[in-house]
């Protein structure tokens, strides 16, 4: 195999493109987009952002976790009332996750522009918007967003989504993280964003409390580092350097975007939600504040960003290994 100049420095590696907040992601916890302090093996804390050594990531189909189940008639009853899937149809969590895979299009098409332009093909894009097929991604998720709930009481959260500005945030979200699949429309918020910041708008210093309240900047960043680290893990188990990266190397290569994924992560997020909840009275975002620095909404909020970690280390991973094999065909 013959050597090629963009394969003999990691330091001319971009950075795997960062999953977007739930997250994730729902803005309660965005993102999750991605991926987004969790509890479980998270690779980054938000104090020092320490990295965890590489854990197994599990087949494709590995999972045996059930998706969310959509009450249908003629279903079990037991199925149709479990608690967690009931909250998560609350959340409208299967409808961010469907989304994800239209966003997964977007990153795939960065990733061969910084590492194999044109080379990818439309074989490059079916095969990344597989990894986030919903089918595969949704077991995932839920068995992480399972396993952080652990035995708490779901009531208090679902009773908060069911009505009031619970209910009526969540379409807002998801229709705000659909409309920012859109290049332009996301570059309009943004824009619309740092003019609220720069006016000293009193909406920005709500939403700032609002951010600040779940933690968002630091989940995020904790997830951006976390879905970094697998896709790089990826790159050098697919064979994309010229001799595997030792573990040190890639905890410095994933922790040195830190800063970089703090201020997208903040950019971000104040434009998502300045778009979302832009219908939303100052009391409706305060009340959702409110509920969000409450206890069973910290708890939801991670386990919420558990669930999109979970999905973004296991993508990014695979991602990585399969971008390496289309660098690797290029010394070919």
């Known amino acids: 195999m013959a050597s090629d100049t963009r394969r003999t420095s990691v330091s001319d590696m971009s950075p795997a493109p960062r999953p977007r907040p739930l997250r994730p992601l729902r803005p309660l916890a ?20 320490t990295l965890a050594p590489a854990a197994p990531v599990p087949a494709p189909g590995s999972v045996s976790d059930r998706p969310p189940v959509t009450s249908q008639a003629g279903q079990a009853p037991a199925a149709a009332e ?39 093909g439309g074989g490059w894009i079916d095969e990344v918007r597989a990894l986030y097929a919903p089918e595969r991604t949704s ?10 709930l652990g035995a708490r009481d779901l009531e208090p959260m ?14 807002l979200e998801v229709s705000a993280r659909r409309a920012m699949l859109d290049p332009d429309v996301e570059d309009d918020a943004t824009l619309k964003a740092g ?37 790089w893990r990826g790159l050098s188990e697919g064979g994309a350097f010229p001799e595997p990266m030792a573990e040190e190397d890639l905890l410095a290569k994933a922790a040195g975007q830190e800063e970089a994924l703090r201020a997208e992560s903040r950019d971000w997020l104040f434009a998502y939600l300045a778009l979302a909840y832009a219908p939303l009275s100052e009391r409706e975002l305060a009340d959702y504040t409110a509920f969000s620095a409450s206890g069973p ?36």
Do not use: C, W
């Open 82 to 120: 479990d608690p967690v899937e009931r909250l998560g149809g609350l959340l409208a969590l299967p409808e961010i996750i469907a989304l994800m895979q239209d966003e997964g299009a977007g990153y795939a098409e960065d990733v061969e522009g910084e590492l194999f332009p044109g080379k990818g």
């Open 139 to 148: 077991p995932i998720f839920f068995r992480a967003f399972r396993d952080s």
């Open 195 to 231: 003019d609220m910041m720069a006016a000293r708008d009193p909406r920005f210093r709500s939403l700032s409390a609002f951010i600040e309240a779940g933690d968002m900047v630091e989940a995020n960043v904790i997830g951006g580092l976390n879905a970094n680290l697998a896709f």
């Open 158 to 171: 679902a009773r908060f989504f069911t009505d009031g500005v619970g209910a009526r945030a969540v379409p």
């Open 297 to 332: 909404g910290r708890a939801l909020n991670t386990a919420i960003f558990a669930g999109f970690d979970a999905v973004f280390v296991d993508v990014s991973h695979r991602m990585g290994v399969a971008a390496a094999h289309r660098i690797a065909g290029q010394t070919l």
């Open 30 to 49: 965005v993102t999750a987009l991605l991926a987004l302090a969790l509890p479980g093996p998270a690779l980054a804390q938000a104090a020092g952002t």
